[in-house]
């Protein structure tokens, strides 16, 4: 049981690049999320979706952009990226909301740096 | 707008000792607390939530919350080195229509360090 999965774990972007982070969780859950974490600033909620085809944005989710494309497997898009976003990138999932069900089950990270 | 703050340390603590990790959030009305263990360089893990007032224990820990005071703490009882690593309280705000964990405020962390 693999639990939450994300790729790559490392990546070095220079200014304008685009890239795709992707999420992939095998616990059947029905939420997931992207989140960054950076020094001093704790995790910011970017985009979340609540149940497979929908998606809505989270406390910082300029820049970004997401697709819930299966029950799965949820992506995170950076268009053009900027040194701003150079932080640590993790995905979560939970079974729902209400109680127990939210908690949070998160991927390995992924360490963005863009120059 | 939500808050939730911790110390952020570092906080050491003797082996064998109680550690006591403290987190106050500004949402009166917050229904559910949960608290993530992060050692460095790794994704957070859920190690205790906790809903309703008073102590609520697993193991070597008890969470502790207080909605009067607006308070949650850890207490990690025979502290051992494996237990040094960022401590993570999450609190959920029913201001937050959105439903699910989408509506989680986390603090930023206390850095908890066991000596042996």
């Known amino acids: 049981n693999a639990g939450v999965t994300q790729t790559p774990k490392f990546q070095v972007l220079k200014t304008g690049q685009s890239m795709t982070l992707q999420c992939a969780q095998d616990m059947n859950h029905n939420s997931m999320y992207w989140y960054r974490q950076d020094p001093g600033m704790g995790l910011r909620l970017i985009y979340y979706s609540a149940s497979e085809g929908t998606t809505d944005k989270g406390e910082v989710p300029n820049g970004y952009n997401v697709s819930r494309l299966n029950k799965r497997e949820f992506s995170l898009r950076l268009e053009s990226a900027a040194p701003s976003q150079t932080s640590v990138y993790f995905c979560?999932?939970?079974?729902?909301?209400?109680?127990?069900?939210?908690?949070?089950?998160f991927g390995s990270g992924t360490q963005l740096s863009v120059l | 707008q939500k808050e939730v703050e911790q110390n952020s340390g570092p906080l050491s603590v003797p082996e064998g000792a109680i550690a006591s990790l403290n987190c106050t959030y500004s949402?009166?009305?917050?229904?559910?607390f949960f608290w993530y263990r992060q050692y460095s360089g790794k994704s957070p893990e859920l190690i205790m939530f906790i809903y309703s007032n008073g102590d609520k224990e697993d193991g070597r820990f008890t969470a502790q919350l207080n909605k009067a005071s607006q308070y949650v703490s850890l207490l990690i009882r025979d502290s051992q080195p494996s237990d040094s690593a960022t401590y993570l309280c999450?609190?959920?705000?029913?201001?937050?229509?959105?439903?699910?964990?989408?509506?989680?405020?986390f603090g930023k962390g206390t850095h908890l360090i066991i000596q042996p």
């Open positions: 979560a999932s939970s079974e729902g909301w209400g109680g127990t069900n939210e908690k949070l089950f």
């Open positions: 949402d009166r009305g917050s229904q559910s």
């Open positions: 999450a609190v959920k705000s029913t201001m937050y229509s959105g439903g699910g964990a989408d509506g989680l405020t």
